[in-house]
């Protein structure tokens, strides 16, 4: 069992940030007896949030990511705070990003963004009968687009690579397993 | 436009591991003037393997994972090398890993794995034709177990529960996305 190599020798943090506290991992490698560190980008779960209308759209954004330094086209989401429920997180964040407001939530199943690098899962919610009800209510630090696209044209936006992030993707692959479709 | 909402005022790095470069970068978000830090990941793209056998079964892994601290199952892949094709690197993990070798190897496209957080995409490798030739050929850091399931089996994977590594569900979808089955 390959866990069995790895022994955990001490954690540290490094520092914290808005969402994120990396901390550093040292280890013992059994095998060869060697010692490495490595990174953990700490955070509290998210959940990634797929929101339908009653015209069986979907309700895209595209923000601005630090990471790649360019806009990202993905669906609302965003950490679930102390105390609230994935479901209650996926309200609110679908409403703050985007005004809208959905009729019911559905917790589809948790995906693993990155073992290597993340300790946090992420939920898959969907949102149905979604419709405009506001004006979104960004934090602090958030400009957002809304686009609305056909669901019916999703696999052809991931196909075409105008849909490329894989959290994203394999939120609407985990909703597709679910489905009764074929 | 978003991206015009930040300007990046500076850039240093924190730490360096094997794979990961931490680097900090300060932006201004404009509509506000409010000054923060935003970590990135950096690292070289990686390659994401979809390795196939002529009986139609999936070659996955299981290995541990430092973010989540268990074993993930999940497919081969790793750090595209300098002066490496994405082809060569999905050659050269799916044997070191596995111990298998593909007939063919085909880019499907790349995908974003966190753009929040990294600044790196990872292209998704169809590799067909894969058989035993050798032993694995695992770094100094790797312990991995080899399991073949039918590939008709990856859909009840996702569904279930068993198959949770988002960048291996994305890439399953796009491969089901560029598939002419339906």
Chains 1, 2 share one sequence.
């Not at 779960?45 to 360019?70: A, C, K, M, Y």
């Not at 979604?130 to 209510?137: I, M």
Request: charge should be negative; charged fraction near 25%.
């Amino acid at each position: 069992m390959p866990h069995e190599s790895w022994e955990l020798l001490g954690s540290e943090y490094l520092k914290h940030y808005r969402v994120v506290r990396l901390r550093e991992d040292r280890y013992r490698f059994k095998p060869t007896g060697e010692e490495a560190p490595f990174v953990v980008c700490e955070s509290a779960n998210w959940v990634i949030v797929l929101p339908i209308t009653d015209q069986e759209e979907v309700v895209f954004i595209r923000q601005f990511r630090h990471g790649v330094q360019q806009n990202v086209l993905e669906v609302p989401g965003g950490i679930v705070d102390p105390g609230e429920s994935p479901e209650e997180a996926a309200q609110r964040e679908l409403r703050e990003e985007t005004g809208y407001e959905a009729d019911k939530i559905e917790i589809l199943g948790e995906l693993l963004p990155n073992p290597a690098l993340n300790n946090a899962w992420f939920h898959v919610a969907l949102a149905t009968g979604c419709r405009l009800v506001s004006q979104p209510e960004f934090d602090g630090w958030e400009t957002i687009e809304t686009l609305l696209k056909p669901r019916s044209k999703v696999r052809e936006m991931i196909r075409n690579g105008e849909l490329t992030h894989a959290q994203v993707v394999a939120a609407f692959a985990l909703w597709e397993a679910k489905s009764n479709s074929h």
